[in-house]
């Protein structure tokens, strides 16, 4: 379904992201996979994207949430796959903590990665997608930033911004062919939610588990690939934000 094409998967080393390199890879993409922390995490991702899917792939290290290096990131992956038709902004973070005692720099930084990080990697990635009238956009927004939670108005304030972006640039760019969506995933079991197996909210999940990262990357391939879809938002969350 996406033989030949390539797809960028922003935090593609671990989590999320890596599920989501595997499945795009299992489609027959090319996968240019962004990291920030971990060399040897993202090139085991790639590695195994080799060998188990037959496509090409390589690792970047570049913190999506500085607009020079992304530029710099998104030319390296022209000038190595010739091409990207695929762009999932997966990468971010929290620092989660209540409204009294959340610090300047704790809501500036996860506002910088999870919402400015995306408008970089689609503001340079833009370039590619309009020159071949064709490009596929998938943001990984979250259920926090349809509904908020306490302890984390910098991070339901960063997804609900993407839900902004997404439908802004879905509108802008359909008349040149490109399309934009994003997940809204609820708890899924990665390194990001390893202390919250216990979290009351988990109660409220109608379908009474967390889900895996297969779960949300199947959600991302739909996506990448339905042509008819652009500007919505797909809940991936058991049902917690019905
Ligand atoms: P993880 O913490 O497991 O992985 C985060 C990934 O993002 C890593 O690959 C990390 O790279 C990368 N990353 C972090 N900061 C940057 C940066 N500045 N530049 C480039 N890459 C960066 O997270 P998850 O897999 O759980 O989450 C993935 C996405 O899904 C996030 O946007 C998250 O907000 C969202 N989400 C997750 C949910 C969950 O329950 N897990 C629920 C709803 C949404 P490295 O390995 O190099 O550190």
Redesign the pocket.
């Known amino acids: 379904m996406l033989n030949g094409k390539t797809a960028i998967v922003?935090?593609?080393?671990?989590?999320?992201?890596?599920a989501v390199a595997y499945k795009l890879a299992s489609l027959g993409a090319n996968i240019a996979v962004?990291?920030?922390?971990?060399p040897s995490?993202?090139e085991a991702v790639c590695e195994k994207c080799r060998k188990e899917y037959g496509v090409e792939a390589k690792s970047y290290l570049?913190?999506?949430?500085d607009f020079a290096a992304v530029k710099g990131t998104v030319g390296e992956i022209k000038r190595d796959f010739g091409a990207a038709h695929v762009l999932v902004n997966?990468?971010?973070?929290?620092r989660d903590g209540l409204l009294a005692m959340m610090k300047e720099e704790d809501f500036d930084r996860v506002l910088e990665?999870?919402l400015k990080?995306a408008f970089n990697m689609i503001r340079h990635c833009a370039g590619l997608f309009l020159r071949q009238r064709e490009g596929a956009i998938v943001n990984?927004?979250?259920?926090?930033g349809l509904t908020g939670n306490p302890g984390q108005a910098n991070?339901a304030a960063s997804?609900a911004g993407l839900v902004g972006l997404t439908k802004s640039i879905a509108k802008e760019l359909a008349p040149k062919g490109v399309r934009c969506n994003a997940v809204?995933?609820?708890?899924?079991?990665?390194?990001?939610?390893s202390g919250q197996t216990e979290n009351p909210m988990l109660k409220l999940v109608p379908l009474g588990r967390?889900?895996r990262?297969e779960e949300?990357a199947e959600a991302v391939a739909y996506l990448a690939t339905a042509s008819y879809v652009t500007g919505e938002v797909l809940r991936v969350d058991g049902g917690l934000a019905m």
């Open positions: 922003t935090g593609g080393s671990r989590g999320i992201g890596e962004l990291f920030v922390g971990d995490g993202a570049c913190d999506v949430s997966n990468a971010g973070i929290t990665v999870n990080g990984i927004s979250s259920v926090t991070y997804k809204a995933p609820g708890f899924i079991a990665t390194d990001m939610t967390m889900g990262p949300v």
